[in-house]
C-alpha cells in the first residue's frame, strides 16, 4: 500500500536559516514525488517533483528536495528561509506503474519563519 | 489562462440538503481529480476521471457522485449532507500520466450543520 508520512506537523525556523521538512514514503514500485505548498485559504501549489535522474530536485521560490532510495525519504531543504515561506507544505507519492496518477498525500507540516 | 477554478468559494448547508460543487479547468487535461482536505487528515481522494464520460471511485467516496460530460467541467454531487461532509474541497486536473503533475483550484469550504 501506497503512504506519505511527514514525522513533523510544525517546523520553526528563524528567518535566514536553512530549513528542512521531511518527508518519508512507501510505494509498492518506483516512485514520483511531489511537494507542494498551501497558503491561507488558498489551493495547493506545486513546488517540485522528482521524476527520474539527479536526486537533488530544484524548485520554485528556492526550494529543492533531495531523493534518497536507500531510506525512503524526500526531505525538502532551502538553504535561507523567509518568513513568506510560512506555509503548509504537503508531501506526495505517485507509483511509477500507476496510470491513474493518482497521489497519495501525506498530512502536512506547517512551517513557521520568524523574523 | 485561469487553470483551474471551483464555486462557491463557501457554503453552509443544512443536513440533508444537497448541493453541486463546480470544477472547471481551461487547459485541456484529460485527468481531473476531487479531494477532501480535514484538518490534519492530508488530502484524500474522492472521484477521478481519465476523460469525458469516464469516472471512477476513489479513497472516499461515499455520498457522492460524479459526473464529466465535457473535458472542461468535473462537478461533484452531494445528495444527502452529513456533518462529517463538513471539509474543504479540492479539484485538481492534469494532462495524465503518472509523472504529470497535478494543478490545484482554490478550493471549496463547505460547512454542514
Known amino acids: 500500500a501506497q503512504s506519505v508520512a511527514q514525522p513533523e506537523d510544525q517546523v520553526n525556523v528563524a528567518e535566514g536559516n536553512p530549513l528542512t521538512v521531511k518527508c518519508t514514503y512507501s510505494?509498492?514500485?518506483?516512485?514520483?514525488l511531489f511537494w507542494y505548498v498551501q497558503y491561507p485559504n488558498r489551493g495547493l501549489q506545486f513546488l517540485l517533483k522528482y521524476i527520474t535522474g539527479d536526486n537533488l530536485v530544484k524548485g520554485s521560490y528556492g526550494f529543492e528536495a533531495e531523493f534518497n532510495k536507500s531510506q525512503t525519504s524526500f526531505h525538502l531543504k532551502k538553504p535561507s528561509a523567509l518568513v513568506s515561506d510560512s506555509a503548509l507544505y504537503f508531501c506526495?507519492?505517485?507509483?511509477?506503474?500507476?496510470?491513474?496518477?493518482?497521489?497519495?498525500f501525506g498530512r502536512g507540516t506547517q512551517l513557521t519563519v520568524w523574523p | 489562462n485561469a487553470g483551474v477554478t471551483q464555486t462557491p468559494k463557501f457554503r453552509i448547508l443544512k443536513i440533508g440538503q444537497s448541493m453541486t460543487l463546480q470544477c472547471t479547468q481551461d487547459?485541456?487535461?484529460?485527468?481531473m481529480y476531487w479531494y477532501r482536505q480535514d484538518p490534519g487528515m492530508g488530502l484524500k481522494l474522492i472521484y477521478y476521471s481519465v476523460g469525458a464520460g469516464i469516472t471512477d471511485k476513489g479513497e472516499v467516496p461515499n455520498g457522492y457522485n460524479v459526473s464529466r460530460s465535457t473535458t472542461e467541467d468535473f462537478p461533484l454531487r452531494l445528495e444527502l449532507a452529513a456533518p462529517s461532509q463538513t471539509s474543504v474541497y479540492f479539484c485538481a486536473s492534469s494532462w495524465g500520466g503518472s509523472d504529470e503533475t497535478q494543478y490545484f483550484g482554490p478550493g471549496t469550504r463547505l460547512l454542514v450543520l
Open positions: 506526495a507519492v505517485r507509483d511509477r506503474g500507476s496510470t491513474l496518477g493518482r497521489l497519495y
Open positions: 510505494v509498492s514500485g518506483n516512485p514520483y
Open positions: 487547459m485541456n487535461h484529460n485527468y
